[in-house]
């Protein structure tokens, strides 16, 4: 028992003392003369990636050859009650005698124009950041200088989609003794401080019982119990540098690939959700793609024209100041959208058809029940 006692007073006591932060304090850490340039004084600093060289002119498009390639069929009757079917059948609650049955008395037809402008950008964040030291070589100051940042090549992964990984910088790693066990391996447990037994919960350390007057079960009558915590050891491996004592600081390169996504629909007098619209599968009917586009000045729909206007200038505010962009994609696409007026056993109601798969919102559908299913 002397012996745990010992084993317990040799270690630090961080009963009471907070979690360590990512990084250990300012003045612990030497300051890596190849890396002044990259710290700074912070320990977490985000850096700005250099210009970029101007893109191609602006250029004039003709929309004709446009908008004649880029016709939608239209949607007869037919084609609207087969969608209602399909889509009442696909439902358990719908009965399909409505969709049947029912009366189309009349199809108001409207093609919309959705434009999207998609920017993939790159941002590079340096932060400190640490891991248990085993003894296996450091790739430090002494191996030579550090490169910047936006000069560290990697593999960029396909343009739009996103992906965010970690490097660590190369000769930026130094060897330091753990700061939150000062070194030990381990600190004191902070359930028993150190004694490796608590007073027995039951007795409250009274060795017996008082009603009736007997023993305590729970202790045997010595009044304590072992630790939970540390199960009776007395201290705790630390959980910083798991037991290494050492722990390896380094520079973490964090590179972070995002797809920013702007999105605008023209106006139409139907009242068809607009998440929907948003959603909805559409025919291309022009595609920008460049490391930089412009925006669209001379589209028949003025609406769509101020879209790429504000889309492209919202976008190059909100990341020339913090990421690089890859490229840029801009597309215009056709979407179909039809008002379905119909009548069933007197009463008047619509559904609508989008997108160019013939998707369909029901309003209000007439053979509607609940077959022991919640409807949300």
């Known amino acids: 028992m002397d012996s745990d006692l010992s084993d317990a007073d040799s ?26 340039w990259l710290l700074q004084g912070d320990r977490r600093q985000i850096f700005f990636p250099p210009l970029e060289a101007p893109g191609r002119p602006q250029e004039q498009r003709c ?9 939608v069929p239209v949607v007869t009757e037919e084609v609207a009650r087969e969608a209602l079917l399909n889509f009442v059948n696909s439902k358990c609650c719908y009965g399909s005698a409505a969709a ?70 190369p000769h930026s790693s130094l060897v330091k003794e753990c700061h939150r066990c000062h070194g030990r391996g381990r600190y004191r447990c902070s359930g028993c401080h150190g004694a490796s037994t608590v007073r027995c919960p039951s007795c409250s ?15 045997s009558g010595s009044g304590r119990q072992r630790c939970s915590t540390c199960s009776g050891r007395g201290n705790k491996t630390c959980a910083t540098c798991k037991g290494e004592k050492k722990l390896l600081h380094f520079i973490q390169l964090v590179i972070v690939w ?3 996504l702007f999105e605008f629909v023209s106006e139409h007098q139907l009242d068809c959700p607009g998440e929907l619209l948003a959603k909805a599968k559409g025919e291309t009917l022009f595609k920008d793609e460049n490391t930089m586009v412009y925006p669209i000045i001379d589209f028949p729909l003025r609406e769509i024209s101020l879209a790429s206007q504000r889309a492209i200038a919202e976008h190059n505010a909100t990341l020339a100041s913090r990421a690089r962009v890859l490229q840029q994609r801009q597309t215009i696409e056709l979407v179909p959208l039809t008002e379905v007026r119909y009548s069933y056993r007197g009463k008047t109601s619509v559904y609508y058809l989008y997108g160019t798969d ?9 053979e509607r029940y609940c077959c022991g299913c919640t409807i949300i």
Request: proline letters at 10%; glycine letters at 4%.
């Open 100 to 169: 049947t049955d029912l009366i189309i008395q009349e199809l108001r037809q409207q093609t919309l124009c959705r434009y999207r402008l998609e920017t993939f950008s790159e941002s590079r964040i340096s932060e400190w950041t640490f891991q248990p030291f085993t003894n296996h070589s450091v790739d430090g100051p002494q191996r030579g200088t550090s490169p910047r940042l936006w000069d560290i090549e990697v593999q960029v992964p396909p343009m739009f989609q996103e992906d965010t990984r970690k490097f660590q910088v």
């Open 205 to 219: 350390g009274a060795k017996r019982k008082a009603k009736p007057a007997r023993r305590c079960p729970m202790c």
């Open 258 to 260: 995002k797809n920013s």
């Open 63 to 71: 929309w004709s050859p446009f908008l004649e390639h880029g016709r």
């Open 358 to 366: 013939h998707r369909v919102h029901v309003v209000d559908y007439p």
């Open 11 to 36: 270690v630090g006591d961080l009963s009471f003392e907070a979690e360590s932060p990512l990084a250990p304090p300012a003045e612990l850490l030497e300051r890596l003369p190849s890396c002044d």
